[in-house]
């Protein structure tokens, strides 16, 4: 007989997002005359950047003829992609990063699941709560936890509380731990860390070995000059935190691919008491499992950090974020208690009424075809919240605003 994996079968009942799909495809079903808006998964709504389009194209072309034809590529990237974002992501921020130490990947959802490839199974893990369901599903999957209780939390995590209560700030564990996943703009908060939490995290990393998992997937949405955007803008960092980083949302790429992964050289693991390069590690991880983004995306990629692009990803940010002022000041206006939505692209709304989220989120698709993201699909300190993102059309924005409004 064939067994499966039997960590699977812990995992709730649906990952959030196809859950949302199956409720919003049973109300569309019988209501197909219904305009829906959808402010709910993250998915960007404005066209690729011009200049990441003409790459591409010419990249097509090379890739049309003999000379101009590229096969497989090198796992970890291309050279001259890795230089551009070393220069422009980490040298213009005073941070000490090298091309070598990044890694390009078709996704930093892929690459925050995939380490877990190069980590040990016996790993105290702390996750923020709310959170992003991949790093606790992917945890679940590979056996690092135990059974979820009734409230949704897994036994073998720990879990660190983010609300309203204690103003959105991820506060030390007063236990050692090992691996320690934040993700700031947080999704789905959208709060941030400045530079003195993030140095209280990697000072308490450092003291006690671990090593921080850091998501960096927003910082393209950071409006003030003194939230850092980077982990490594925190000296020490280099040797206590991996960063993950996108093109998904600042430039358009969720259907195009491309992101990466900074593994700095110094960065070391523990088997047993010997120590262990990590970034050695990945890299055979990578060229073992991966073959590496195709030559015509990381073209399109390279042209974010030219002249144009760079220009036309600030037109795109300066968009969604204007949509995540008028979501935030109209709801407020509304009479909604509403957080984030300044330096990241999402509002995190206190649910009215003392609806749950699910209830909530089933109200405003009934009332006003308006789907958002439950709350409570992020961890169960989430329950009591629902989340909006700014990712759609100026004329959708506004239009669910408004419905929400007369509701």
Not at 35 to 48: A, K, Q, S, Y
């Amino acid at each position: 007989m064939v067994q499966i994996n039997k960590n699977y079968l812990k995992l709730k009942a649906g990952y959030l997002f196809p859950e949302i799909a199956r409720r919003v495809k049973n109300f569309s079903d019988n209501n197909p005359d219904a305009n829906l808006i959808r402010l709910g998964i993250g998915d960007v709504t404005e066209p690729l950047p011009s200049a990441c389009r003409e790459a591409m194209k010419q990249a097509i072309d090379e890739m049309g003829t003999q000379e101009g034809f590229h096969g497989y590529g090198p796992e970890q990237g291309y050279q001259w992609l890795r230089q551009v974002i070393a220069k422009n992501d980490y040298e213009s921020r005073g941070c000490e990063v090298y091309p070598e130490e990044i890694f390009i990947s078709d996704g930093s959802k892929c690459d925050s699941s995939n380490i877990l490839d190069i980590l040990g199974l016996h790993n105290k893990i702390a996750v923020t709560d709310p959170v992003y369901p991949v790093y606790v599903d992917s945890n679940v999957m590979t056996g690092r936890t135990g059974q979820a209780e009734n409230q949704g939390r897994y036994e073998g995590l720990i879990y660190i509380p983010i609300t309203a209560e204690n103003d959105f700030k991820a506060e030390i564990p007063q236990k050692p731990v090992d691996l320690i996943y934040l993700c700031f703009p947080n999704n789905p908060t959208g709060a941030v860390a400045t530079k003195e939490e993030l140095n209280k995290w990697v000072q308490y990393a450092k003291e006690n070995k671990a090593l921080i998992l850091f998501d960096a997937a927003y910082e393209a949405f950071i409006q003030d000059d003194l939230i850092p955007h980077s982990i490594y803008e925190i000296p020490g960092a280099r040797d206590c935190a991996i960063e993950f980083r996108s093109f998904s949302k600042n430039a358009g790429f969720t259907g195009t691919r491309c992101a990466f992964t900074v593994i700095p050289k110094s960065l070391r693991g523990f088997s047993d008491a010997n120590e262990i390069d990590i970034w050695s590690l990945w890299s055979r991880r990578q060229s073992t499992k991966f073959n590496g983004v195709s030559y015509i995306v990381q073209r399109g990629a390279e042209a974010v950090y030219s002249n144009e692009g760079k220009k036309q990803i600030s037109n795109l940010v300066d968009f969604y974020m204007l949509n995540a002022e008028i979501i935030r000041s109209s709801l407020s206006d509304a009479g909604f208690e509403v957080f984030g939505a300044v330096n990241a692209p999402y509002a995190w709304i206190k649910t009215p009424d003392n609806m749950d989220s699910w209830e909530f989120f089933d109200f405003l698709l009934n009332k006003a075809n308006v789907v958002g993201t439950p709350g409570s699909g992020f961890g169960s300190s989430g329950e009591g919240y629902f989340r909006l993102s700014a990712f759609n059309s100026r004329q959708n924005v506004q239009l669910a605003m408004e419905r929400i409004a007369k509701i």
